[in-house]
Structure formats: C-alpha cells, structure tokens
C-alpha cells in the first residue's frame, strides 16, 4: 500500500490549504482514514478520520477549522484546512486506522504545512 501525502506549504495565519492522500494498493471507502500531524519536537497525532460510513470525527484543537472528506472514485482522501494558526504548523500524513489508535500501513513521506503569523 502507497500513501501519498500533497499539497502542503507555506500560508500565513488565517489562510487556507487542502491537502491531499492518493492511496493505492488498498480502498479507501472500506477502511478508516486518518489524517495526522507531527510538529518538530512533538509526537504524530490524529487530527481527523473518516470511517466507512462516513462519519467523522476530530481533533478538538481543529474542529470547526478542518473538515475531511474522501473522493470513492479518485481513491483519493482530503483535508480542507481553514483559519490555519502557527500552531498547525507541522508535516501531514495519511494513514488506515484500526481499533481507534493504530495504523495499518507505513508511513508515506507527509507534506509539509508552515504557518507563519
């Protein structure tokens, strides 16, 4: 299984970006996806999934901020980030969760996101 993590960059406080996963080697609408974040110094954490039935869930310090959303056809998964913040500054990965906690495959090589203020 492939995970390619794009559209990162550079965005000033309160921009925006979409960040995208192409998968391939498994289907993305039959597993949980989860978009993580890691900040230099700090571990990796989920900030976003999606299940296969599509609900989704969020990390409490993006709610409200990032929606995620996948695309069956594409085998593509997405993360729309809104009012980005300093804070949010880190590389983004993607990745199949299972039991809540757990991924199911390698890490891909991320993207990385920089908000400057």
């Known amino acids: 299984v492939q995970l390619q993590a794009s559209g990162g960059g550079q965005v000033q406080a309160g921009g925006s970006l979409r960040l995208s996963c192409a998968v391939s080697g498994t289907i993305v609408s039959t597993k949980t996806m989860g978009w993580y974040r890691q900040a230099p110094g700090k571990q990796r954490e989920l900030v976003a999934s999606i299940s296969d039935d599509g609900s989704t869930h969020y990390a409490d310090s993006v709610k409200g901020r990032f929606t995620i959303s996948r695309d069956n056809a594409k085998n593509t998964v997405y993360l729309r980030m809104n009012s980005l913040k300093p804070e949010d500054t880190a590389v983004y990965y993607c990745?199949?969760?299972?039991?809540?906690?757990?991924?199911?495959?390698?890490w891909g090589q991320g993207t990385l996101v920089t908000v400057s203020s």
């Open positions: 990745n199949a969760l299972y039991s809540g906690s757990y991924v199911l495959y390698a």
